[in-house]
């Protein structure tokens, strides 16, 4: 993976972290700018940007969450289980129902 890919993804990581606000937003930028020697207006565009983009990433995995535990509770879950024994099933929409509450209680902290 090439320096770049590292530090996108470092970005990525701090931006899941950071409170969508503009003090988050603004602690975000100056460790950007700090980090990688970017001008401060540069580096708040970034950081507006990655902290926007992880957090419609969370709202996907949280609507994909959702929708797959109420498949797997109507026993609608065909396409997901298919090869899958009953533990593993179980495990899956478990695993679902675990996803859907954690981003709830993400999307409510932020």
């Known amino acids: ?3 770049k890919n590292n530090q996108m993804g470092t970005v990525l990581r701090a931006a899941i972290g950071t409170p969508k606000t503009a003090k988050g937003i603004e ?4 460790e950007l700018s700090t980090r990688y020697s970017v001008d ?10 990655a902290v926007q983009k992880a957090a419609t990433d969370q709202q996907l995995q ?15 879950s065909g396409s997901y289980t298919e090869g899958l024994n009953r533990t593993e099933s ?21």
Do not use: N
């Not at 949280?62 to 609608?76: C, K, S, T, V």
């Open 1 to 3: 993976m090439s320096t």
């Open 27 to 30: 602690r975000l930028a100056g």
């Open 40 to 49: 401060r207006g540069m580096a708040y565009e970034i950081a507006s940007a």
């Open 62 to 76: 949280a609507r994909f969450a959702e929708g797959l535990a109420y498949d797997i509770q109507q026993g609608h």
């Open 90 to 110: 179980a495990q899956l929409a478990q695993q679902a129902q675990d996803v859907l509450t954690t981003s709830r209680s993400v999307e409510r902290a932020a």
